[in-house]
T-cell receptor
Framework: GAVVSQHPSWVICKSGTSVKIECRSL??????MFWYRQFPKQSLMLMAT?????????EQGVEKDKFLINHASLTLSTLTVTSAHPEDSSFYIC?????????????????FGAGTRLSVL | AQSVTQPDIHITVSEGASLELRCNYS??????LFWYVQSPGQGLQLLLK??????LVQGIKGFEAEFKRSQSSFNLRKPSVHWSDAAEYFC????????????FGGGTRVLVKP
């Protein structure tokens, strides 16, 4: 249980275009999802907290107009990198926290997707 | 504000030897503590967690961690390392509320020598 699917796993795009990354909780509902950015050989940096049915909460220094987050359902959050530039190239990882626990699913745990590698040319 | 320090950036260990990864945290109250492992180009997998109770926590893949409140530490250990344990390990602290965000340490990269 507690599978988080992230799609695509790798995307290459031209500078100036927008890219959408999906994060789905496959076997649980998640009121809260998180989006992280990770540079090579570095730790995870929280970008924003995504709450179902409400606006995302962005961390200081993260441009909300640049990184659009939508959490339209209890199983799906999307991150759209708008007008991407080479400096946006990074590894983006999402996580989801179950709304309720289950046999193989624990509350208060963040379950992570496999990440999306974005390369902007 | 909460923070996590992993003093060792790299650790090299021989296969079959024991492994200990250090983690120190700063938090105003008793936190939730986690260890995650990340293989190259992958997301994070939860190894173990501490919420309350027994301070020695058993996790997956033969890992264990001990919460020491007096030292603000949550060190990860494994008695005998396998080559497949080569990865990046992250310690994280979270607030005691469902869905609260995590603060990650800088990570420790483990290399396993044959």
């Amino acid at each position: 249980g507690a599978v988080v699917s992230q799609h695509p796993s790798w995307v290459i795009c031209k500078s100036g275009t927008s890219v959408k990354i999906e994060c789905r909780s496959l076997d649980f509902q998640a009121t809260t999802m998180f989006w992280y950015r990770q540079f090579p050989k570095q730790s995870l940096m929280l970008m924003a907290t995504s709450n179902e049915g409400s606006k995302a909460t962005y961390e200081q220094g993260v441009e909300k107009d640049k990184f659009l987050i939508n959490h339209a359902s209890l199983t799906l959050s999307t991150l759209t990198v708008t007008s991407a530039h080479p400096e946006d190239s990074s590894f983006y990882i999402c996580s989801a926290t179950p709304t309720s626990g289950g046999l193989f699913i624990a509350k208060n745990i963040q379950y992570f997707g496999a990440g999306t590698r974005l390369s902007v040319l | 504000a909460q923070s996590v320090t992993q003093p060792d950036i790299h650790i090299t260990v021989s296969e079959g030897a024991s492994l200990e990864l250090r983690c120190n945290y700063s938090y105003g109250a008793t936190p939730y503590l986690f260890w995650y492992v990340q293989s190259p180009g992958q997301g994070l997998q939860l190894l173990l967690k501490y919420f309350s109770g027994d301070t020695l926590v058993q996790g997956i893949k033969g890992f264990e961690a001990e919460f020491k409140r007096s030292q603000s530490s949550f060190n990860l250990r494994k008695p005998s390392v396998h080559w497949s344990d080569a990865a990046e390990y992250f310690c994280a602290v979270g607030a005691r509320a469902a869905g609260n965000k995590l603060t990650f340490g800088g990570g420790t990269r483990v290399l396993v020598k044959p």
